[in-house]
T-cell receptor
Framework: NAGVMQNPRHLVRRRGQEARLRCSPV?????VYWYRQLPEEGLKFMVY????????ESGMPKERFSAEFPKEGPSILRIQQVVRGDSAAYFC????????????FGNGTRLTVT | GIQVEQSPPDLILQEGANSTLRCNFS?????LQWFHQNPWGQLINLFY???GTKQNGRLSATTVATERYSLLYISSSQTTDSGVYFC?????????????FGTGTRLTVIP
């Protein structure tokens, strides 16, 4: 069984460009979460999605960031007009149900903004 | 919001030694998880342990929800145990996995 798959593994963008990060959850999982880890820091929750719905986006920056989890296909985290402060590791995770189930992480996408 | 504190922040062990990592949280929770982030950045779920004790090989965890703490025990440590250990609890009472992570304990196991 494949785990959470994220791509690309590394992404380099210049300031002002767009970054698109993709995540395919564990097969059968419909709950997807995005987290961000700044250098030498812990993980910060960004957004929680369940097929076609955003359940909790309280951790998302108000501008430039958006996320979706369409009925078909992977979840996408989109960052428009990237700035150097967006450089971080972005982790996607999934679980089998909303509550009371363990969270499984992908290997992350390391975004570098030059 | 809920506060999650981990101790110690850093720990250096000789291979074969045992250790206990602690996670304190400021409010009642119905979900607590321990994760290991290895030196390559991969995050592995070690335990889902809202209460009680669980064991998995050389690792075990105990959560005392009424006293708002959890402990992670590592016995006979190996160099592959190196990395950062995080505990995490939910941001709300639904038990969903929109988690607050602690600041972590960085473990270095020396051969």
């Amino acid at each position: 069984n494949a785990g959470v798959m994220q791509n690309p593994r590394h992404l380099v963008r210049r300031r002002g460009q767009e970054a698109r990060l993709r995540c395919s959850p564990v097969k059968g999982h419909s709950h997807v979460y995005w987290y961000r880890q700044l250098p030498e820091e812990g993980l910060k929750f960004m957004v929680y999605l369940q097929k076609e719905n955003i359940i909790d986006e309280s951790g998302m920056p108000k501008e430039r960031f958006s996320a979706e989890f369409p009925k078909e296909g992977p979840s996408i985290l989109r960052i428009q007009q990237v700035v150097r402060g967006d450089s971080a590791a972005y982790f996607c995770a999934s679980s089998s149900q909303r509550g009371n189930s363990p969270l499984h992480f992908g290997n992350g996408t390391r975004l570098t903004v030059t | 919001g809920i506060q999650v504190e981990q101790s110690p922040p850093d720990l250096i062990l000789q291979e074969g030694a045992n250790s206990t990592l602690r996670c304190n949280f400021s409010d009642s929770v119905n979900n607590l998880q321990w994760f290991h982030q290895n030196p390559w950045g991969q995050l592995i779920n070690l335990f889902y342990i809202p209460s009680g004790t669980k064991q998995n090989g050389r690792l075990s965890a105990t959560t005392v929800a009424t006293e708002r703490y959890s402990l992670l025990y590592i016995s006979s440590s190996q160099t592959t145990d190196s990395g950062v250990y995080f505990c995490a609890v939910p941001r709300d009472q639904t038990g969903a996995n929109n988690l607050f992570f602690g600041t972590g304990t960085r473990l270095t196991v020396i051969p």
